[in-house]
T-cell receptor, first 114, second 114 residues
Framework: AQSVAQPEDQVNVAEGNPLTVKCTYS??????LFWYVQYPNRGLQFLLK??????LVKGSYGFEAEFNKSQTSFHLKKPSALVSDSALYFC????????????FGSGTRLLVRP | EAQVTQNPRYLITVTGKKLTVTCSQN?????MSWYRQDPGLGLRQIYY???????DKGDVPEGYKVSRKEKRNFPLILESPSPNQTSLYFC?????????????FGPGTRLTVT
C-alpha cells in the first residue's frame, strides 16, 4: 500500500534554532513530493514541491526540503525558526499517474517557543 | 483574488438530514477534489473530478456523492449523514498537465453530525 509517514506528532524548537520536520514515503515510481502548512482555522497552504532536479528545494517563508531518493525521504527544514512558524505541517506525495491524488502524512505540529 | 471557496464553514446537523457543501474556484482549474481530515489520519481523498461531467471515487467515497456540472463548482452531497462523517472537509483544485502540480485548498468546512 502506498503511504506517507511523518514519525513525529509534534516538534518543539526554540526561536532562532534550526528545525527539521521528517517525512518518508512508500510509493511506486518517482512521485511528486509536497509540503503544505495549515494554520488554525485555515486551509492548507502550499509551501514547496520536488518534481525533479536538485535535491534541495526552496519554498515559501524561508523553508526548504531535502529529497533523498535512497532513503525515500523528503524532510522539511528551516535554518532559523520563528514563533510564527508554529502550525501543522503535512507532507504529501502524488504518484505520476492520471489520478492527481495526493497521499498525505498524518501531520506534524510544529511549536516554536520564544 | 485566485481562491477556492467553501460554504458553509461550519455546520451542525442531525443524522439522516441531507446536506450539501459547496465548493467553487475561480482559477479555471480542470481538476477538483474533496478530502476529509481526521486527527492522526491526515487528509484522505473522497472524490475527484478531472473535468466537467467526469468524476471518480477516491479512497473513502462511501456515504458521499458529488457532481460536476460546471467547471468552477464541485459540490459534496451527503444524502444521509451519519456521526462517522463528522470531520473537517477540504475542497482542492489544480490545473492538469505535466507542468502543473500543486493543489490549492479551500478554507475547510467543519461538519458535526449528531
Amino acid at each position: 500500500a502506498q503511504s506517507v509517514a511523518q514519525p513525529e506528532d509534534q516538534v518543539n524548537v526554540a526561536e532562532g534554532n534550526p528545525l527539521t520536520v521528517k517525512c518518508t514515503y512508500s510509493v511506486s515510481g518517482n512521485p511528486y513530493l509536497f509540503w503544505y502548512v495549515q494554520y488554525p482555522n485555515r486551509g492548507l497552504q502550499f509551501l514547496l514541491k520536488y518534481i525533479t532536479g536538485d535535491n534541495l528545494v526552496k519554498g515559501s517563508y524561508g523553508f526548504e526540503a531535502e529529497f533523498n531518493k535512497s532513503q525515500t525521504s523528503f524532510h522539511l527544514k528551516k535554518p532559523s525558526a520563528l514563533v510564527s512558524d508554529s502550525a501543522l505541517y503535512f507532507c504529501a506525495v502524488r504518484v505520476r499517474d492520471s489520478s492527481y491524488k495526493l497521499i498525505f502524512g498524518s501531520g506534524t505540529r510544529l511549536l516554536v517557543r520564544p | 483574488e485566485a481562491q477556492v471557496t467553501q460554504n458553509p464553514r461550519y455546520l451542525i446537523t442531525v443524522t439522516g438530514k441531507k446536506l450539501t457543501v459547496t465548493c467553487s474556484q475561480n482559477m479555471n482549474h480542470e481538476y477538483m477534489s474533496w478530502y476529509r481530515q481526521d486527527p492522526g489520519l491526515g487528509l484522505r481523498q473522497i472524490y475527484y473530478s478531472m473535468n466537467v461531467e467526469v468524476t471518480d471515487k477516491g479512497d473513502v467515497p462511501e456515504g458521499y456523492k458529488v457532481s460536476r456540472k460546471e467547471k468552477r463548482n464541485f459540490p459534496l452531497i451527503l444524502e444521509s449523514p451519519s456521526p462517522n462523517q463528522t470531520s473537517l472537509y477540504f475542497c482542492a483544485s489544480s490545473l492538469t498537465g505535466d507542468r502543473y502540480h500543486e493543489q490549492y485548498f479551500g478554507p475547510g468546512t467543519r461538519l458535526t453530525v449528531t
